[in-house]
């Protein structure tokens, strides 16, 4: 086990985090009340024990219907300060707010190895994306309002088109990106002018309070609200007011459905939804199995398999089976485990204490019904980690064919036709993404025609993500809702509204006087540089 003095210095936790804190209405919150301790499954004793990093409010209904108000009433019925701003003050906000939370990099990325065990280069690259990711966001909402700075004409009628923002944003981000996933909800909800309540996720929260000072000085009162504790507890009372016009959320479609049923007008709601999955890679014989054997280990592998663009299940052709198998085992056994500051690490512990004992029941389950592990690591248990097992036969009849694991646990099945693993992507619940292997080009070519009417995003020779953010991140069924990337989050947040008149003498004049007093921000043309 890692002891304290064996941790580097500059990673060990010096001083625990006991928020006592909320953000609502423009004002950090002192908490009085019940709170949460958060530990890591990090040991930092010679015997293992899960490390104390802190502790959090349990904010609760009163507090939630607090920060809703606060919400509702910057909104204003439409006529609030931050949805009737200039574009360009909306951006100076935004800049400011990331300006200010680039300070605090090393804080951030420190809490997100703690908490959810991520390693260091993934830590620093979720933080450096996510603020890669709010500077296209600003450049995106540029060139979408530049986009708009003209009128059209149709049948005599001229129209000024906008996106306008749709209200008050429930945002609800998962643990395994608690940073940058959240952030590609809660970003261009706000610059888009809409008011938001969000609520970090159960693991990867402490992480967020070195930057509720930022949030407080770079926005309007009411405009940004945050809240800690059980989601149930927040989420639920706000979502049966019908006050809350779009849950973002990324999670599971079980936690989505039961807030939308206590919407009382759910017609209303709109749903911007990242959702689980259960991606399949399908390996063709004529796959460069080098190749193949290195992408599946990444879309497997990478953060322990806790991805929804994981590969959670893994086709592979009868006659390559013996070769793959062969080499992917001895590749997964290859991996180095360790605490995530430690050099070359690729396996890192797990923050939820149960997971462990889940996957070894997944593990059980398939071995009861004929499966085998595969690799001579398999299964291999410690306090905070399970080795990955690569599990053949898989059988439909087995948990880990029709649950997403979300961990280091990989079905193989065997496929002699192609049609075997369509069949099943046609059956499945979800429809988010696939990585297909192979080369011929007539045989990839009717492939990529299905696959791509079956999920989003068909991976030629690639192991499953999400990025680049430019691209867009969507699913089919219960895998997604809406579309986000830089340039569709924009748009999922917001809606086409427009001023139209008629062309006449009166119409024409009271327009232009309107563009020369430029006291409307909706009705303009000027153009940012």
């Not at 209405?25 to 990090?42: D, M, Q, R």
């Not at 708009?148 to 643990?175: Q, T």
């Not at 989505?256 to 399949?280: D, F, I, M």
């Amino acid at each position: 086990m890692t002891t304290q003095n064996l941790i580097p210095e500059e990673f060990q936790i010096q001083n625990e985090i006991h928020q006592k804190q909320y953000l609502v209405n423009g004002e950090l919150k002192n908490w009085n009340g019940a709170t949460s301790e958060v530990f890591s499954t990090i040991s930092s004793t010679k015997e293992y024990k899960p490390t104390l990093l802190g502790s959090i409010p349990n904010n609760a209904e009163t507090e939630a219907l607090e920060a809703l108000d606060a919400a509702t009433n910057a909104w204003d019925n439409g006529k609030g300060v931050w949805p009737t701003m200039k574009v360009k003050d909306r951006i100076a906000c935004m800049e400011n707010f990331v300006s200010q939370m680039k300070m605090k990099r090393e804080e951030v990325v420190k809490l997100l190895m703690w908490e959810i065990g991520k390693n260091k280069p993934d830590s620093y690259k979720e933080f450096d994306r996510t603020v890669d990711y709010i500077n296209d966001t600003i450049e995106e909402y540029k060139q979408l309002d530049r986009d708009a700075a003209n009128f059209k004409k149709h049948d005599g009628v001229y129209a000024h088109i906008r996106r306008g923002p749709l209200g008050v944003v429930l945002c609800l981000g998962p643990y395994n990106y608690p940073l940058n996933e959240t952030f590609t909800l809660l970003i261009p909800a706000l610059i888009m002018g809409n008011t938001t309540i969000f609520k970090p996720a159960k693991h990867g929260v402490l992480l967020i309070t070195p930057l509720l000072e930022a949030f407080q000085s770079s926005f309007p009162k009411g405009v940004v609200n945050i809240l800690f504790g059980r989601g149930r507890a927040i989420a639920g009372p706000i979502m049966t007011t019908g006050k809350i016009d779009v849950l973002a959320l990324i999670g599971h479609s079980s936690s989505a459905n039961a807030l939308v049923n206590q919407h009382p007008k759910s017609n209303r709601l709109r749903q911007v939804l990242g959702l689980e999955a259960k991606n399949p890679a399908i390996i063709l014989p004529d796959a460069d199995l080098d190749l193949t054997v290195k992408e599946c280990i990444a879309g497997t592998l990478s953060y322990d398999g806790q991805r929804c663009t994981a590969l959670k299940i893994v086709y592979v052709h009868k006659d390559v089976e013996e070769e793959f198998l062969k080499r992917f085992s001895a590749a997964v056994d290859e991996l180095k485990f360790g605490n995530p500051w430690d050099e070359g690490v690729q396996l890192t512990p797990l923050p939820e204490p149960g997971k462990p004992a889940y996957i070894q029941e997944l593990i059980d389950d398939a071995k009861e019904k004929g499966g085998k592990i595969i690799n001579a690591k398999g299964g291999e248990r410690s306090e905070n980690f399970i080795w990955p097992s690569v599990i053949h036969p898989v059988t439909k009849n087995m948990r880990v064919y029709e649950e997403e694991q979300f961990g280091p646990v990989i079905p193989v099945v065997t496929f002699t036709d192609i049609d075997e693993p369509l069949d099943d992507m046609a059956e499945s619940n979800y429809g988010q993404q696939v990585s297909l292997f192979g080369k011929d080009v007539y045989t990839l070519s009717p492939l990529i025609d299905t696959l791509a009417n079956l999920v989003c995003r068909v991976n030629l020779n690639s192991s499953c993500q999400r990025g680049p953010d430019v691209y867009p991140f969507t699913g089919r069924k219960d895998s997604a809702q809406s579309t986000l990337s830089v340039h569709d989050a924009l748009r999922s947040f917001s809606i086409r509204t427009f001023v139209a008149f008629k062309d006449n003498d009166l119409n024409n004049e009271t327009v232009e006087q309107l563009l020369d007093a430029k006291v409307s921000n909706f009705l303009s043309t000027d153009y940012l540089l």
